[in-house]
């Protein structure tokens, strides 16, 4: 029996090519799609190895390579060392922590990076509801239609409060959005062309993975350290791919809490320079003025966009966010506004701009800084001795799993002794191999003691061995 014959007997798939009018590598992701969508190919079924795949089909390792990483990027197929190439699942499209129903009843839940939540949140909320309905002309004005970029008056507010915070922006700057990840995506959508790639982070927000997925860009991975992105690693990158944007999160990285300094920020700035990368710096989760480095902004005001939202500060609901833009971007950016929803509502707008920048507002921010600064500090005692990552003002930290522990065998312990947590899947970019460690959350549990309750837990159980009938030990 020849290699190919051979080759052929063990392929569990096996597409016809021989009558295909495109490119080989273009006629298998064709045939790919077409079985996935007729059922033959099940979602997490793993695709027949590269080698084996071009012995049966008589094409070169390159053919099925260049075949494979189109499927990935139309979506099709996800790829991950280790566990080779496999159909894409429902999971991984949409990443269990966005399920808000996703704890069990009566866990401690972990897993959701959320305000703490206060009563003192609806209170404000009613307050300012009620001072608007009495504002002459506040109703009529936010029926009205808007500019696409959002109305003046709520931009200003916006830029306003910003500036008191130690961001300066002028107001000209900012395109009010749905939220920081509809500025994710409208950035995407508007900035980047096809054929073009994003990088980040190796282990990133899920949300900018999502975008890039549902955009069909190319989303590298860049290698990190204990301050996040390495510039040298995107120098090399940049060396062997056209990247156009480089999506950051400086003050504390999503999900491992890096803290870039100032030093690798302005050698970060130097690589974008070089090869003309555009710099989306994410900064939802907004801390304190005295832990906040300088925004890239600030340093390569030219390439440089800067997302703000109000659902860390106040209130995930309410759905605003702004995308600070260069002068010479801003028309790319409104004209894609305009084209999905004309202009962000201005009475949410209105709503959340009048909370922000009301003393009450300033009240319920101070006290959550000092609530998250508490609960890291108690996350820190309880887990003393083990490897973690967080930010004093960070609503989650980073804890990599002692050996033998493997990720999704905590996770599932974890759930057992009623806490919910997230693993590192999630937050990796393509083919990267996910690392042993586990997100936690501080903030969801409206009880400090709660939060207690939990990380007395997971301490316990760190203090195990996994079971041994665990098929991953």
Excluded at 62 to 82: D, K, N, P, Q
Excluded at 235 to 264: K, S, V
Excluded at 336 to 359: F, K
Excluded at 366 to 393: K, S, T
Aim: glycine residues 6%; aromatic residues 6%; proline residues 7%.
């Amino acid at each position: 029996m020849d290699i190919q014959a051979q080759a052929r007997a063990r392929c569990h798939w096996l597409p016809n090519l021989d009558a295909a009018a495109t490119p080989r590598y273009q006629a298998l992701v064709d045939r790919l799609a077409a079985d996935i969508a007729a059922g033959t190919l099940a979602p997490g079924e793993r695709l027949p190895p590269q080698r084996l795949l071009a012995d049966a089909l008589k094409v070169t390792v390159g053919t099925i390579t260049r075949a494979y990483r189109e499927a990935e990027r139309r979506g099709l197929v996800e790829a991950r060392v280790g566990s080779g190439t496999r159909v894409r699942t429902l999971a991984a499209d949409a990443p269990r922590f966005h399920h808000l129903s996703h704890a069990a009843d009566g866990s401690v839940d972990l897993s959701l990076s959320v305000p703490v939540p206060h009563p003192m949140r609806a209170q404000q909320l009613a307050t300012v509801l009620e001072r608007l309905a009495h504002r002459p002309g506040a109703i009529d004005a936010a029926l009205a239609y808007h500019p696409e970029q959002g109305s003046q008056a709520s931009r200003e507010a916006l830029a306003g409060w910003l500036t008191e915070q130690g961001v300066p922006m002028a107001a000209d700057e900012l395109i009010l959005t749905s939220g920081g990840q509809h500025a994710d995506y409208l950035a995407l959508q508007a900035l980047v062309k096809p054929g073009e790639a994003v990088a980040s982070a190796a282990l990133t927000y899920p949300g900018m993975i999502a975008a890039t997925r549902q955009l069909g860009l190319k989303h590298v991975a860049v290698p990190m350290d204990a301050e996040g992105i390495r510039p040298e690693a995107l120098e090399r990158l940049c060396l062997q791919q056209r990247i156009r944007l480089l999506y950051l999160m400086p003050e504390h990285n999503n999900p491992t809490g890096a803290r870039m300094g100032q030093a690798r920020r302005e050698a970060i700035v130097e690589v974008a320079r070089r090869h003309d990368l555009l710099l989306l710096e994410d900064g939802v989760q907004f801390v304190t003025a005295e832990t906040r480095g300088t925004p890239f902004y600030r340093l390569a005001p030219e390439r440089s966009l800067y997302i703000f939202s109000v659902s860390k500060l106040l209130a995930g609901g309410l759905r605003l966010g702004a995308l600070r833009a260069p002068a010479n971007l801003v028309a790319r950016l409104t004209a894609a506004l305009r084209a999905q929803y004309w202009a962000v509502p201005e009475l949410m707008a209105r709503v959340a701009a009048d909370w922000l920048t009301s003393s009450d507002a300033r009240t319920l921010i101070d006290w959550q800084w000092q609530e998250v600064a508490a609960r890291q500090r108690l996350l820190a005692e309880r887990l003393e001795g083990h490897r973690i990552g967080a930010h004093p003002c960070g609503f989650h930290a980073w804890l990599t799993l002692p050996e033998p522990w493997r990720a999704v065998d905590f996770v599932a312990r974890a759930a057992e002794r009623g806490v919910t947590l997230i693993g590192a899947d999630p937050f990796c970019v393509g083919s990267q191999p996910a690392p042993q460690a586990v997100r936690i959350c501080v903030t969801p549990p409206a009880e400090r003691a709660r939060l207690d309750e939990g990380l007395t837990r997971l301490t316990a159980l760190l203090a195990e061995e996994p079971r041994r009938d665990s098929p991953l030990v």
